[in-house]
């Protein structure tokens, strides 16, 4: 297979993309990392691109995730947000879980609200619920189901009592 050739292939399996812990919050647009392929301070920071980032991209979609190499003397991490405000994170010398943990306390959803969003998700994705807080409020209004019998009455061999008093 040719995705699992290079160096540690692992990192492009769907199983180790969907293991990121870090899901950057809404008002983040731009996640950037500065580092130099190079120096014992930097690291950290070489290991957190290596192995992080895949799965910062794919848990974000929304987010232009950028790396910049060898032009910074001490690494660093930048957030843009959309208000246009930026948000300096100095990871210089830190590995890359203390650099992963940092980031999930800074820019990162708490528990509380992925839970949330999990929760609202699961409610809204399947098409069969129907109901208050649904896509659809009754099941008159999916394809292929009879209308409402408050709008259009049901036939009269679909109703019970005309059936069993015909049978009489």
């Keep these: ?5 290079g160096q540690a292939p692992i990192r492009r399996t769907l199983q180790y993309l969907n293991a990121g812990q870090l899901m950057l919050k809404d008002k983040v647009k731009i996640f ?5 392929t190079y120096g014992e301070h930097h690291e950290g920071a070489r290991d957190f ?7 910062i991209q794919y ?9 910049f190499k060898n032009m910074t003397p001490s690494p660093f ?3 843009y947000f959309e208000n246009g405000k930026q948000m300096l994170i100095d990871i210089d010398s830190k590995n890359r879980q203390e650099i992963l943990q940092h980031l999930g306390t800074v820019v990162g959803k708490s528990e509380e609200t992925l839970k949330a969003e999990a929760k609202l998700a699961e409610k809204q994705d399947n098409p069969a619920n129907f109901g208050v807080g649904c896509m659809k409020h009754c099941i008159c209004e999916i394809p292929g189901q ?23």
């Excluded at 297979?1 to 050739?5: A, L, S």
């Excluded at 950037?32 to 130099?36: A, E, M, Q």
């Excluded at 049901?154 to 005309?162: A, D, I, L, N």
């Design 59 to 67: 848990k974000n979609p929304k987010v232009q995730v950028v790396t």
């Design 1 to 5: 297979m040719p995705f699992m050739k």
């Design 32 to 36: 950037s990392v500065n580092y130099n």
């Design 146 to 168: 009879l209308p409402c019998p408050g709008v259009v009455p049901v036939p009269k061999h679909m109703r019970g009592k005309f059936k069993y008093q015909m049978k009489e």
């Design 49 to 55: 691109v290596f192995w992080n980032i895949p799965q």
């Design 77 to 79: 991490i930048r957030c």
